[in-house]
Each structure stands twice: as structure tokens, then as C-alpha cells.
């Protein structure tokens, strides 16, 4: 991970984190799995120009199913690295809301 862009991946747009971005202010993004907290941090505040409160990460399992005849496992969905960042009340970060 050489550059800020690494980090970040993509921002994570469900019904939950749209909640979790209106009401509580936090928001979600995809991040490299060898990410860690203080990057994640500088990144946003960085590429957003936001002030970041706190940064909790998690990770993610890979959805696993059921194919064939065999009974065999199949990944469906691959294992990733989210982190929920919260900011300050009265900051936003573009890429979440909604059109105008």
C-alpha cells in the first residue's frame, strides 16, 4: 500500500450504512486487507477533508453455498475488510448522499 487511493476501495451503499450515514454518521467503505486503523483514519481525513472521530474494522467472511450433487462448497462471494467511520456531527462525506 503505497498511496491513500489503496487504501480506500470503495464506499459500501446498503440500506443499512444509508441509516448509519443519515441518523448516526457513520459511514462504510471497502479497504485493503492490510489496512490499519491510523491509515484508514488519515486517508479519509485526508481524501475528504473530514475530521474522523473514531474507526472500527472488521472482516468480513466469504458467503459460502451449496452446488451440485456432491453437496460441494462453493464460494459465492469473496472475504473483504470493511471499516466504519464515524465523523463529527455536522460533516458529511459527498459520496453518501443522496440526489438532489
Known amino acids: 500500500?503505497?498511496?491513500?487511493?489503496?487504501?480506500?476501495?470503495?464506499?459500501?451503499?446498503?440500506?443499512?450504512?444509508?441509516?448509519?450515514?443519515?441518523?448516526?454518521?457513520?459511514?462504510?467503505?471497502?479497504?485493503?486487507?492490510?489496512?490499519?486503523?491510523?491509515?484508514?483514519?488519515?486517508?479519509?481525513?485526508?481524501?475528504?477533508?473530514?475530521?474522523?472521530v473514531r474507526v472500527n474494522v472488521m472482516n468480513v467472511p466469504a458467503k459460502r453455498g451449496l452446488r451440485g450433487r456432491g453437496r460441494r462448497r462453493v464460494v459465492r462471494r469473496p472475504a473483504y475488510k470493511k471499516a466504519l467511520v464515524t465523523l463529527p456531527e455536522g460533516q458529511m462525506i459527498d459520496v453518501f448522499e443522496g440526489v438532489n
Open 1 to 52: 500500500m503505497t498511496t491513500l487511493y489503496d487504501i480506500l476501495r470503495r464506499p459500501i451503499i446498503t440500506e443499512k450504512s444509508t441509516y448509519q450515514s443519515s441518523k448516526l454518521n457513520q459511514f462504510a467503505f471497502e479497504v485493503a486487507p492490510k489496512a490499519t486503523k491510523a491509515q484508514i483514519k488519515e486517508a479519509v481525513e485526508t481524501l475528504f477533508d473530514v475530521d474522523v
